[in-house]
């Protein structure tokens, strides 16, 4: 049983050194899942007597005010007997304290190294270690005094910050409570008991134990407290009797102060009854009878809990990317990396393996036949339009069989306008793979550690569309243009030809134009863009997915890769500046991964060894 307390001692240790102490945070706690005791008393309520009682050492700090300013995590080892005692500091590892005033001192000192030389208390606790033959094998929490009044060179806060510590321990269920309360004062004011009472109501984790026996007044006695009888708790109440003040100034022995302890309670009538059952010696044994039964209890739980805590970290960890290498070549493959991911997301949404791609189809498709469509070529050619073309192409001298400079006329203004859809296509399908450039961006999460690669990239891949539209729109509106430049013969071959037999040489040379004549005309230019139309139907849609989707797919980021190439140190490690926070919350996770890995090989550790 002793390796289950050895065990949670190290996962304490381990907490404390990779940032865990229990306080709010954004970090899953292991912490807060481990049993611990707590010590609570008041001011002058002998806390700091009761703890050198239990290891049979002075080497708590003393003093008026506050002298505990940051939780003491005290974990106490028993060694062979025989082998010199001595202590260990976390935050001096390889150390060993055999002096215990050195001890006192580096408590003290290491208090100011966090607090500063002012009153001021802080929450990060100190880890110390005290093997000894002399001891049990226990671990108590040495919290900051309880105090009602802040004494000079203190906050106004100070009372309460004191009180929302002590809370912030005790109110965890897995917190068993050592409330410390001298006998020579009135029970009801008892800081300890009160605050006790407040997080644990039913008395099911708490521990109540009664100093200053012997200062009572004359007459009176603790017996009906120790017998739980003016105050139930849980478990049994127990008295101690601390060395005196005068006894500390004479350094009275430890050893010394306990056998006068025992005999206190077997020489003094009212408490002799009671005497197997008082003082620090056995108060030492009962709690860590208990801690380890309630460590035992809560082993199963707490292994599962960290288990899972360690995939959901591992997940995260690997959400936000590794850290990036410090050399220039390092760093230059890491970009291109990042670049390569990013640009095979942005072909999955143009290929159909992510959603995006479908609606370039969907302009090609809908779109833009429909924008055919609505053109108004029956307004191109109504007649009054059809008869000004085709009159003013004859000029000076009218045509001899067909009016073939008003059916070019003609044909050019209409299909001309088929331009706006064509332009139409080329923005719209340029919209449509810059929106799939921000969705990949978006859906790369390694851009999201890095603000500066992530515009650049962004930026470098737009410049790119931008380009290949401008050159997907000059190759598109050629086609128009082609088919303005150069008609098809055979469509006009193949017309019916009317040749007048005969005639009237008395008839206006206007008569040419009559009504049936150009409704003709128009009816066989119609035809003809409507041909036209749908040839380009189908080949502007090859054009834009040549010149941009195509492109696209192929060389979005070439322009990139060939600058990144001339970038020095400097450069690539601005691309690579990580969001602040990113990097915090990275180095955090790696610490709290570290130190639940460590907890599982601990508590596996164990489990094989049973």
């Given at each position: 049983?002793e390796?289950?307390?050895?065990?949670?001692?190290?996962i304490q240790?381990?907490?404390?050194a990779?940032?865990?102490?229990?306080?709010?945070?954004?970090l899953?706690t292991?912490?807060?899942?481990?049993?611990a005791?707590?010590?609570?008393?008041g001011q002058?309520?002998?806390?700091s007597?009761?703890?050198?009682?239990?290891?049979?050492?002075?080497?708590?700090?003393r003093?008026s005010?506050?002298?505990?300013?940051?939780?003491?995590?005290?974990?106490l080892q028993?060694?062979?007997?025989?082998?010199?005692?001595?202590?260990?500091?976390?935050?001096?590892?390889?150390?060993r304290?055999?002096?215990?005033?050195a001890?006192r001192?580096?408590?003290?000192?290491e208090?100011?190294r966090?607090?500063?030389?002012?009153?001021?208390?802080?929450?990060?606790?100190?880890?110390?270690?005290?093997?000894s033959?002399?001891?049990v094998?226990?671990?108590?929490?040495?919290?900051p005094?309880?105090?009602?009044?802040?004494?000079e060179?203190?906050?106004?806060?100070?009372?309460?910050?004191?009180?929302?510590?002590v809370?912030?321990?005790i109110?965890?269920?897995?917190?068993?409570?050592?409330?410390?309360s001298?006998?020579?004062?009135?029970?009801?004011?008892?800081d300890?008991?009160?605050?006790s009472?407040?997080?644990?109501?039913s008395?099911?984790?708490?521990?109540?134990?009664?100093?200053?026996?012997?200062?009572?007044?004359?007459?009176?006695d603790?017996?009906?407290?120790?017998e739980g009888?003016?105050?139930?708790l849980?478990y049994?109440?127990?008295g101690v009797?601390?060395?005196?003040?005068?006894d500390?100034?004479?350094n009275?022995?430890?050893?010394?102060?306990?056998?006068?302890?025992?005999?206190?309670?077997?020489?003094?009538?009212e408490?002799?009854?009671?005497?197997?059952?008082?003082?620090?010696?056995h108060?030492?044994?009962?709690?860590?009878?208990h801690?380890?039964?309630?460590?035992?209890?809560?082993?199963?739980?707490?292994q599962?809990?960290?288990?899972?805590?360690v995939?959901?970290?591992?997940?995260?960890l690997?959400?936000?990317g590794?850290p990036?290498?410090?050399?220039?070549?390092?760093?230059?493959?890491?970009?291109?990396?990042?670049?390569r991911?990013?640009?095979?997301?942005?072909?999955?949404?143009?290929?159909?393996?992510?959603a995006?791609?479908?609606?370039?189809?969907?302009v090609?498709?809908?779109?833009l036949?429909?924008?055919?469509?609505?053109l108004?070529?029956?307004?191109?050619?109504?007649?009054?339009?059809?008869?000004?073309?085709v009159?003013e192409?004859?000029?000076?001298?009218?045509?001899l069989i067909?009016p073939?400079?008003?059916?070019?006329r003609?044909?050019?203004?209409?299909?001309?306008?088929?331009?706006?859809?064509?332009e139409?296509?080329?923005?719209t399908?340029?919209?449509?793979?810059?929106?799939?450039?921000?969705?990949?961006?978006?859906?790369?999460?390694?851009?999201?550690?890095?603000?500066?690669l992530?515009?650049?990239?962004?930026?470098a891949?737009?410049?790119?569309l931008?380009?290949?539209?401008?050159?997907?729109?000059?190759?598109?509106l050629?086609?128009?243009d082609?088919?303005?430049?150069?008609?098809?013969?055979d469509f006009?071959?193949?017309?019916?030809?009317?040749?007048?037999?005969g005639?009237n040489p008395?008839?206006?040379?206007?008569?040419r134009y009559?009504?049936?004549?150009?409704?003709?005309?128009?009816?066989?230019?119609?035809?003809?863009v409507n041909?036209?139309?749908?040839?380009?139907?189908?080949?502007?849609?090859?054009?834009?997915?040549?010149?941009?989707?195509?492109e696209?797919?192929?060389?979005?980021?070439?322009?990139?890769?060939a600058?990144?190439?001339?970038?020095?140190m400097?450069r690539?490690s601005?691309?690579?500046?990580e969001?602040?926070?990113?990097m915090?919350?990275?180095s955090?996770?790696?610490?709290?991964?570290?130190?639940?890995?460590?907890?599982?090989?601990?508590?596996?550790?164990?489990?094989?060894?049973k």
């Amino acid at each position: 049983m002793e390796n289950l307390i050895s065990l949670v001692n190290k996962i304490q240790r381990a907490c404390t050194a990779l940032g865990d102490h229990g306080d709010s945070s954004a970090l899953p706690t292991l912490w807060d899942s481990l049993p611990a005791i707590a010590v609570v008393g008041g001011q002058s309520s002998g806390k700091s007597s009761v703890l050198e009682s239990i290891v049979g050492k002075d080497f708590l700090p003393r003093g008026s005010g506050i002298v505990t300013r940051r939780p003491l995590v005290l974990q106490l080892q028993k060694i062979d007997d025989g082998t010199r005692e001595y202590a260990e500091f976390l935050h001096l590892p390889r150390k060993r304290f055999t002096d215990f005033a050195a001890v006192r001192k580096e408590i003290q000192d290491e208090t100011d190294r966090e607090t500063g030389r002012s009153k001021a208390i802080s929450s990060v606790p100190i880890h110390l270690s005290i093997y000894s033959p002399n001891v049990v094998n226990l671990t108590l929490v040495d919290l900051p005094g309880l105090t009602k009044v802040a004494v000079e060179g203190q906050s106004e806060n100070i009372v309460k910050d004191i009180e929302n510590m002590v809370r912030s321990y005790i109110e965890k269920p897995n917190c068993i409570i050592l409330a410390i309360s001298p006998a020579n004062q009135d029970l009801a004011t008892s800081d300890a008991i009160k605050i006790s009472r407040e997080v644990d109501p039913s008395g099911e984790r708490t521990f109540g134990v009664l100093t200053k026996i012997d200062l009572m007044d004359k007459g009176t006695d603790a017996v009906e407290i120790l017998e739980g009888k003016s105050f139930k708790l849980k478990y049994p109440w127990v008295g101690v009797v601390n060395r005196s003040q005068a006894d500390i100034n004479k350094n009275v022995d430890m050893i010394a102060a306990r056998r006068r302890e025992r005999e206190y309670f077997s020489n003094t009538t009212e408490y002799r009854h009671l005497a197997h059952k008082m003082g620090s010696e056995h108060l030492a044994k009962m709690l860590s009878k208990h801690l380890e039964h309630v460590i035992k209890s809560r082993i199963p739980g707490i292994q599962s809990l960290i288990n899972k805590t360690v995939l959901e970290l591992e997940s995260e960890l690997s959400r936000l990317g590794k850290p990036i290498a410090a050399d220039a070549g390092g760093k230059l493959y890491s970009i291109m990396e990042i670049c390569r991911l990013f640009d095979q997301i942005f072909k999955e949404h143009l290929d159909g393996v992510r959603a995006g791609g479908e609606k370039v189809y969907n302009v090609f498709d809908n779109q833009l036949p429909a924008a055919l469509k609505r053109l108004q070529f029956d307004k191109q050619l109504a007649m009054d339009n059809i008869r000004k073309l085709v009159t003013e192409a004859d000029g000076y001298q009218p045509h001899l069989i067909a009016p073939e400079q008003g059916y070019r006329r003609l044909i050019e203004s209409s299909i001309v306008s088929i331009r706006g859809p064509a332009e139409a296509s080329v923005d719209t399908v340029h919209a449509i793979l810059k929106d799939l450039v921000h969705k990949s961006v978006n859906e790369t999460v390694e851009l999201k550690q890095y603000p500066a690669l992530r515009v650049e990239v962004t930026n470098a891949a737009i410049e790119s569309l931008d380009k290949m539209r401008e050159g997907s729109k000059k190759a598109t509106l050629q086609l128009v243009d082609m088919e303005c430049s150069y008609l098809t013969v055979d469509f006009f071959r193949k017309l019916p030809q009317d040749v007048e037999k005969g005639g009237n040489p008395t008839h206006s040379i206007f008569d040419r134009y009559n009504d049936s004549y150009l409704r003709r005309i128009g009816s066989n230019v119609l035809s003809y863009v409507n041909m036209v139309c749908a040839g380009l139907r189908n080949s502007i849609p090859k054009s834009i997915v040549y010149c941009q989707v195509r492109e696209a797919k192929r060389s979005l980021l070439d322009h990139f890769f060939a600058e990144l190439g001339t970038m020095d140190m400097k450069r690539l490690s601005s691309l690579l500046n990580e969001d602040p926070a990113i990097m915090e919350r990275r180095s955090a996770i790696a610490k709290r991964l570290e130190l639940y890995r460590a907890a599982q090989s601990e508590i596996d550790a164990v489990a094989w060894s049973k």
